[in-house]
């Protein structure tokens, strides 16, 4: 299969249309101001539809209803446009409505600054607003990865029925690598959706609908603990059935130190491993592919043969915390980060790692 050479945010847009994604509503935000472009060019080619919406609130409020008409759809932003989504994006999920977010992550907080940062990692993994709820969140390191992930969240957000977040600093979301793209289109059938607004329900003189709103109590927990049930099988599915589609281990199975990265850091921990091997220092790298479910028993395997961890991130420590929680004190936990849109260098974690293992 021919490669061909894509942004990030191309291969994504490229790979959504693929998945059978026909509506679009966002606004263009510089880190992925290609990923709309692409898409507004694209999508009337397939029947598709592009909307450019008045704001974050708007975009978020038209996925809302065109995931509970049965349709593929997606958004995007970037970190400050999440903020103003996440009231839109609690009552997808607790709707149970599948869509694709995208987050190409900038630098904070607050307004911030266009260039990269992974600061946004507490909103996308607990949720990010009010309620009982989970997203899943997948964290592209590649081009490649971008267009995967993408096609695969699309069938996991059916599957499940449930929002699913790509987390993409803006440096994977902005270089260029050469991406295969599957022949496809998908055989997605939107009439497939029998839960669908609209369509016919158990009782043939009624019409679904979707809705989050429970008045009585009793209701209202009964259905968190309805969730609550389904987040608990979404959690097995990834850290127990398929590990290999949470984490990627290099060079783990002798390592003393295991650093931790995930995004463009992952890319760079690499070199850094490589470089203690050959000045004899037995590194490893563990990248969480998905972010939450987060991948607890592989870490708690790791913590059994390793000495230490540490977790290189572009924030003040935000993934560090699940980290500490998987091993669970079984083995001490470091930390190295850069904030504000600082990217840290290969050179510089070297020298944190030299730290602790004491190189001369």
Request: net charge negative.
């Amino acid at each position: 299969m021919a490669k061909r050479l894509m942004k990030g945010c191309e291969a994504l847009a490229q790979a959504a249309i693929l998945a059978g994604c026909r509506y679009y509503f966002g606004s263009p935000v510089a880190q992925q101001a290609e990923l709309s472009a692409y898409l507004a060019k694209h999508l009337p080619l397939v029947e598709g539809t592009y909307v450019q919406a008045a704001d974050e609130i708007s975009a978020i409020n038209m996925v809302y209803g065109a995931s509970a008409a049965g349709a593929r759809v997606m958004t995007s932003g970037s970190s400050t446009g999440m903020s103003l989504k996440q009231e839109g994006i609690s009552g997808i999920a607790a709707s149970e409505l599948p869509c694709v977010i995208v987050n190409t992550m900038c630098g904070g907080s607050v307004a911030g600054a266009s260039c990269p940062a992974q600061a946004d990692y507490w909103q996308a993994t607990r949720g990010g607003t009010h309620g009982d709820y989970r997203n899943i969140v997948f964290a592209p390191y590649s081009v490649q990865e971008m267009a995967d992930m993408t096609i695969a969240g699309f069938n996991y957000a059916d599957r499940f029925r449930t929002p699913v977040l790509i987390l993409a600093d803006s440096i994977v979301s902005q270089m260029m690598e050469p991406v295969e793209l599957p022949k496809m289109p998908f055989d997605y059938d939107i009439d497939s959706k029998k839960w669908a607004l609209g369509l016919p329900g158990t009782n043939k003189h009624n019409k679904n609908v979707c809705a989050s709103t429970f008045t009585v109590q009793d209701e209202l927990e009964e259905h968190n603990w309805h969730l609550y049930q389904k987040y608990q099988v979404i959690e097995k599915h990834f850290t127990e059935e398929n590990k290999d589609l949470a984490i990627e281990e290099y060079m783990c199975e002798d390592a003393e130190i295991v650093l931790v990265g995930y995004g463009i850091i992952a890319r760079l921990l690499k070199t850094v491993v490589e470089k203690c091997r050959k000045r004899g220092v037995k590194a490893g790298l563990a990248r969480p592919k998905i972010l939450w479910p987060f991948p607890t028993n592989a870490f708690k395997k790791l913590a059994q043969n390793t000495e230490k961890f540490m977790v290189i991130e572009m924030s003040c420590g935000q993934m560090v915390e699940d980290v500490k929680m998987a091993v669970n004190g079984a083995k001490p936990v470091y930390f190295f980060g850069r904030t504000g849109g600082a990217v840290p260098s290969d050179f510089e974690i070297f020298n944190e790692v030299s730290k602790l293992v004491c190189l001369d």
